[in-house]
């Protein structure tokens, strides 16, 4: 198994290639060249074991013997058992025909963890098999950063700076990462907003001097070991409805693409689904894209549903791919138009993206309402990324018979401001984090100067 870019002209790598590499050289993103297919027997047999079993048997094909049974087996044990529910994602059934999975039980409650948690191990293992040390470099608003963080505070061979606007992350997103106190995490809040942390980020990947030789990482969405680790619980919640003996559908909050795209790599594997159903807020590039064929760049909107704030969906590229007969060229050409000026996509690959996907955006007033709503119905209260996710799912469903699972992104206690807004009175944080407040704090404060972040980081790392 090889790794290839949707953009056709970076080489092609192999998984601990591809693990160590975040974009290609061309600006594409990787994907597998051949998709591995679980047959109706192997899913069927996937039927009552663990969420680690169910993990070592779909990804183990994605690895391609780099690493040996027994030591990847461990890697994913050892991942999965961060997370506070035995069942890893627990499906929570709504109504007769309507589940919830929950993604949210790992350290920092939102889904980011289940890639992030595996991601950490995967790096520090290669890095130690190559007797290498290296750098990751994120800049965050809230989510990644601490699931980042919480995914690499025990790898001896990586040294984490995470960037974040000082005074502009809320609370409890700024205390899940300030609060990690091992000796290779570096939190840096920066004298200006996003956007300058990100840049920064930027500057320091593509010009990489100030680290003499050492290698530096990232660990966005655009890395393939987090779509490969996100396959899993598409299948595992499917087999655990009937699976492979009846079709599933599933309703995905979506921003950057990644956690849907997933879905679809299951259904490629050969897992049955009816239908995948993109919810989106008020930022909603991909609803407009499938429903008017309108690919388009619009200003960003500061929602309830923060973690899904975006202007560019930018996995949406590995689905274009296909969609475009795996044409490197006309992916290429069709995403430099899109730099510039409003697109749209050919009709062909438009009219094979809605045989499967459908789509939906949701409104900060309709989260709130659909936040109410769906506590009275169910008596869960949603946090407002899974919201989008339960509306769309009621919205967009081609049919009742099919189970529907909705993936519930985040816990609501991590998003309480528009649980308050909607009338509750707030979500207490579970067990293991409820003293988050009163923990110990540790974080450097640095003006939005790249020097001066560079010299940090080549200072600081050990
Ligand atoms: C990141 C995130 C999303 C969006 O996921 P994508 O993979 O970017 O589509 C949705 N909900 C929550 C809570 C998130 O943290």
């Keep these: ?13 192999s998984f601990e290639e591809v693990v160590l590499t975040g974009m290609a050289s061309d600006g594409g993103l990787y994907v597998p060249e051949t998709v591995p297919q679980l047959s109706k027997e192997e899913l069927a047999d996937m039927a009552g074991c663990s969420y680690a ?5 779909v990804m183990k094909p994605f690895v391609n013997g780099e690493i040996d049974d027994d030591t990847f087996r461990g890697l994913v044990k050892d991942a999965y058992a961060t997370f506070s529910h035995d069942a890893v994602v627990p499906l929570n059934q ?10 949210f039980h790992g350290p920092t ?10 991601l950490g191990r995967l790096l520090d293992h290669f890095l130690d098999k190559r007797g290498e040390r290296a750098v990751i470099m994120g800049a965050t608003s809230g989510d990644t950063g601490s699931a980042a963080i919480e995914g690499c505070r025990h790898c001896d061979n990586l040294d984490i700076f995470i960037l974040h606007p000082h005074n502009r992350v809320s609370e409890v997103q700024r205390r899940q990462m300030t609060t990690v106190l091992a000796d ?16 920064m980020v930027k500057s320091s990947f593509a010009n990489q001097d100030f680290l003499n030789g050492t290698r530096l990482v990232a660990v966005n969405s655009i890395n393939w070991a987090r779509i490969m680790a996100q396959i899993v619980y598409y299948v595992a919640s499917a087999v655990a409805v009937g699976a492979p003996h009846r079709e599933v559908s599933f309703s995905v909050p979506s921003a950057n693409f990644g956690n849907v795209f997933a879905g679809y790599m299951a259904y490629k594997m050969g897992l049955p689904v009816k239908q ?19 690919f388009s760049k619009q200003e960003l909107a500061a929602t309830l549903a923060p973690s899904m704030d975006i202007v560019v969906s930018s996995n949406f590229e590995r689905l274009l791919f296909d969609a475009y007969d795996r044409d490197g060229h006309a992916v290429a050409a069709l995403l430099e138009r899109f730099q510039d000026e409003p697109t749209a996509l050919a009709e ?9 996907f459908a789509s939906h955006s949701v409104d900060d007033a309709t989260i709130l309402e659909v936040i109410r709503e769906a506590h009275h119905r169910t008596h869960e209260v949603l946090d407002p990324h899974t919201a989008t996710g339960y509306r769309a799912a009621e919205r967009a469903r081609a049919d009742a018979a099919t189970p529907m699972i909705t993936l519930a992104t985040a816990h609501p206690a991590k998003f309480a401001e528009a ?18 407040l009163e923990r110990e704090e540790r974080y450097t404060v640095l003006p939005a100067e790249l020097d001066a972040v560079q010299r940090f980081v080549a200072e600081q790392r050990r």
């Excluded at 198994?1 to 790598?13: D, F, H």
């Excluded at 409650?109 to 595996?118: C, E, G, H, R």
């Excluded at 991909?286 to 429903?291: D, I, V």
């Excluded at 649980?419 to 988050?436: Q, S, T």
């Design 276 to 294: 995948f159903i993109i919810a989106t807020n008020a930022n909603d590039i991909l609803h407009r894209t499938l429903a008017a064929n309108d």
């Design 53 to 57: 079993e169910i993990a070592f048997r």
């Design 94 to 103: 709504l109504d007769a025909n309507h589940f919830l999975l929950e993604l």
């Design 109 to 118: 409650l939102a889904f980011k963890d289940v890639a992030l948690q595996l």
């Design 348 to 356: 062909a690959p438009l009219a094979k993206l809605r045989e499967k």
């Design 419 to 436: 649980v308050v807004k909607a009338g509750f009175p707030g979500v207490p944080l579970p067990p293991h984090m409820d003293d988050l």
């Design 1 to 13: 198994m090889r790794y290839i870019s949707t953009r056709g002209q970076a080489p092609a790598l």
């Design 184 to 199: 290779n995490v570096f939190n840096v809040a920066i004298e200006g907003n996003f956007d300058d942390a990100q840049a």
